[in-house]
């Protein structure tokens, strides 16, 4: 099973933010919002895009509206992940 990790939710995240743009996440802001890293909520939607995108993975909008912070999306991508979610391409 292939995981979400912090490297893949940093990429996706500084593509979704455009060149210029890109907020480093470290160990230390994974449970601060979004909010309060200036990423808003079409930003978001686009992270999660990319994500759904790149890892064939399906999050439904409440998992979206629950994806606060970084951790939160780390974990609610990586329990779809295990339980299969796979997107219908």
Excluded: C, K, W
């Excluded at 593509?15 to 230390?28: R, V």
């Excluded at 409440?62 to 999306?73: A, I, K, L, Y």
Aim: no cysteine; charged share 25%; glycine share 4%.
């Amino acid at each position: 099973m292939r995981t979400f990790t912090f490297a893949d939710l940093q990429d996706a995240l500084d593509a979704s933010l455009g060149a210029g743009n890109a907020i480093p996440l470290y160990e230390h802001n994974l449970d601060t919002t979004y909010d309060e890293l200036g990423v808003d909520s079409l930003t978001l939607y686009e992270l999660v895009t990319r994500i759904q995108d790149n890892f064939a993975v399906a999050v439904t909008d409440d998992q979206v509206d629950q994806m606060t912070t970084p951790r939160r999306t780390l974990d609610t991508v990586n329990a779809r992940l295990a339980d299969g979610a796979e997107t219908t391409a």
